[in-house]
Each structure stands twice: as structure tokens, then as C-alpha cells.
Nanobody
Framework: VQLQASGGGLVQAGGSLRLSCAAS????????MGWFRQAPGKERGFVAA??????RYTESVKGRFTISRDNAKNTVYLQMNSLKGEDTAVYYC?????????????????WGQGTQVTVSS
């Protein structure tokens, strides 16, 4: 499975961005998909995930971010609203062949290349 993330950029605090992650080489509907982020000097952390079992978000993004998927387009999205400075990071999409959601990076088998999100205050 190959993953290609896009949609990052520079946005002012309070603004919005939508990240996309296109998958190829596998049966997309069988994959659980996740978004992670890594800020400078910090470990890669869980943001959101979606699978047949549902969706899950880290507490700090609940009510602001929405993860969704379009199985016909083999794409997962992360709609990010009300962005804050602390959301600044490189965002990675990841996939695992499972119907269950996982939070830990080690539980994901495939990774995209990352897309930079910078929120200016």
C-alpha cells in the first residue's frame, strides 16, 4: 500500500485546512486509516482514525477536526477547523489492514510522506 498525503500549508489561527491521503496498491475499504502529527522535538502522536468500527480522535482536536473517507476514491480526509498554533506539525497518514482503530504508530503498517501544517498566530 502506498499513501500520498497532501493539503498542508500555512494558515492563520482560527482558519481551516483539509488534508487528503490517497491510497493505492491495496483494498482501501479493508484498511483502517489514521492521521498522526509530529512537531519539532516531539514524538509522533495520534490525531484521528477511521475504520469500519468507527472514528476516534485525540482529545485536543475533538470538535475541531473531522476525519472521513471516500472508499470510491481510495482517499481519507482530515478537515481541520479552528486551527491553533499548537496544531503546527508535520501530518502523516497511515494505514493498517484491520477493521479496528489503533492509536499507536507501531500498530500501523503503511505511512505517507507527511505534509507540513503551520498555523500562525
Amino acid at each position: 500500500v502506498q499513501l500520498q498525503a497532501s493539503g498542508g500549508g500555512l494558515v492563520q489561527a482560527g482558519g481551516s485546512l483539509r488534508l487528503s491521503c490517497a491510497a493505492s496498491g491495496g483494498t482501501f475499504s479493508n484498511l483502517a486509516m489514521g492521521w498522526f502529527r509530529q512537531a519539532p522535538g516531539k514524538e509522533r502522536g495520534f490525531v484521528a482514525a477511521i475504520a469500519a468500527a468507527g472514528t476516534r480522535y485525540t482529545e485536543s482536536v475533538k470538535g475541531r477536526f473531522t476525519i472521513s473517507r471516500d472508499n470510491a476514491k481510495n482517499t481519507v480526509y482530515l478537515q481541520m477547523n479552528s486551527l491553533k498554533g499548537e496544531d503546527t506539525a508535520v501530518y502523516y497518514c497511515a494505514a493498517r489492514p484491520s477493521r479496528w482503530i489503533a492509536n499507536a504508530p507501531d500498530d500501523y503498517n503503511y505511512w505517507g510522506q507527511g505534509t507540513q501544517v503551520t498555523v500562525s498566530s
